[in-house]
Every structure is written in C-alpha cells, then in structure tokens.
C-alpha cells in the first residue's frame, strides 16, 4: 500500500509573474506538461497573447489580474482561478523585477518597494492559497529565489535582502508545514537572460558589471534561458508524492575552454549585455 495517495490527475496551475521572463516560460511549459495554467500579473493583455498561444497548442489557460503587493488583487486572482480550473494544488511564486543600485545612492522607498514585492507579495499569495492545501492534505508552494540570496552580489542589495529573506520564509514554511501534505520549494536561477532588470539604462548596470567582475561574480558571459528555469519548476512540481525538492539553483554551463568565438559580457542596447 502507497504511503501517500497519489497526485490527482489534473492540478490547476496559479502562476505569479507570468507576464514574460520565467514566469511565462513557466505557465507554457506547466501548460504543455498538462496543467491547467492560470497566468498571473499587472499586465493583463499581455497575458491574454500568451494564453492565445498556449489554447492554440491544444494546452488549458485563463489570464488572471494579479498584483501581489495589493490584497483584493490576490483574493480576487485566487477566487477567479479556482471559479475557472478548480481547486489550487500548485503556486509558482515568481512575481517581481530586479532594481541595480548601491544601498547608499538608492532610497528607503526603493529599498521596501523589492521588500514588498519579493517577500511580502510572494507570502500574500501563498497565504491565500495555503488553507485550500493543507485542508485538501497536499500542494505545491513554489518560489522563484535566486542565486543573489546565496551569494550577495553589489548593486543588488535591495534586491538581495529580499530574496535571502525569501528563503528564510520559505525555510519556515518547509518546517511549520511538515505533516501536513503541503510541500514548500525554493528554486534560485542563476543569470538569466530575461527583461528582468536589464532595462534599466546602462549607467546603471555597467558599473554593476564591472563590480561584479571586480568580486569574481562575472566567471563567464553565458546566460542560462527563461525555459531552462521552466523545465526545473516542472519538475518540482511533477515530483511525485513522498519526497520534494526542497532547494535548487540552476547555473548556466560556461563554455568550452576551446571555444574561441565566444559572446562578451558587455553592454548592449538600453543597458541589456549583448549576446
């Protein structure tokens, strides 16, 4: 006899930032794998072109209004989710855009803006979907931390807090939940070449680059993909009953020592390292 009863057949899918970079990577690829995807974010008719494509793919999706850091937005995402795919079995908690600056030329203001929107957003949406799981006995609480929360990196210090912070809460989850069915995971990407961040104009992220080489953070100019990060929430998500991932951080694989023509690390246009 199992000692847990398995993963029901369909598991609706919230994803929060599913408006591009990860996030939409993310809803395609739950979508593809046979979630129904509620796609989550401020961005509503961006979202409506994304779930075009994913109903186009034979795949099942709604477009959800979603800001994390306003209250009625969450309940009314969660409620709207559940109206229209069921019951929430898995959160990717993802919602977010990444501000450079050193801490002391930034404001408080800009300092709690990545606060509210990495840590308290990303716990206003798990706190709504949390009591459905635990009375159902089994879930998925999914966040999207990042390899800057294990090894600060300067001009990110905002950012950075928040997401060390991210994993402290998510440590928490991981302990106060056990015995319940519920299974918190936190999955850290490495650099990614997504928007996030890298619209910002170049005075701004080229001495960030520079820093970071300067601090042995710029080992190589390869960036992983949105839909490598895809690919490693699906399978959190897919684990099946009776173990979880409980952290992971992806890295992209540097090139090859031989390799001469090799893309450079270096500014492109509106601040985005070219590739």
Do not use: C
Not at 96 to 106: A, H, N, Q, V
Not at 131 to 146: A, C, K, Q, Y
Not at 203 to 218: M, V
């Amino acid at each position: 006899m199992p000692r847990f009863e398995p993963l029901p057949d369909r598991r609706p899918a919230l994803v929060a930032g599913a408006s591009s970079g990860i996030g939409e990577a993310t809803a395609i690829r739950l979508a593809r794998n046979g979630f129904p995807v509620a796609l989550g974010a401020r961005r509503v008719e961006k979202l409506e072109e994304i779930v075009g494509k994913i109903r186009a793919d034979g795949g099942e999706a709604i477009a959800v209004h979603l800001d994390v850091t306003d209250p009625d937005s969450v309940k009314g995402a969660v409620e709207q989710t559940t109206a229209e795919l069921g019951d929430i079995e898995v959160l990717v908690a993802g919602a977010g855009d990444t501000y450079f600056g050193k801490l002391d030329s930034i404001s408080t203001e800009q300092f709690d803006s990545q606060i509210q929107i990495h840590l308290v957003g990303a716990n206003r949406v798990a706190s709504a979907v949390l009591p459905g799981m635990i009375e159902r006995r089994r879930g998925d609480l999914i966040f999207v931390g990042s390899d800057v929360s294990l090894r600060q990196r300067p001009h990110m210090g905002a950012y950075g807090a928040a997401k060390a912070a991210l994993v402290a809460m998510v440590n928490n989850y991981q302990m106060e939940l056990e015995g319940t069915g519920v299974r918190a995971s936190i999955v850290h990407p490495g650099p990614t070449k997504t928007s996030m961040g890298w619209s910002l104009p170049a005075e701004l992220i080229g001495p960030a680059l520079e820093d970071w080489a300067k601090w042995g953070q710029a080992r190589h100019d390869y960036f992983l993909r949105a839909d490598d990060l895809a690919r490693a929430i699906t399978f959190v998500a897919e684990t099946p009953r009776g173990g979880f991932i409980a952290n992971m951080e992806l890295q992209p694989e540097a090139p090859l020592a031989d390799v001469k023509d090799r893309q450079k690390l270096a500014l492109g246009e509106e601040g985005m390292p070219a590739t």
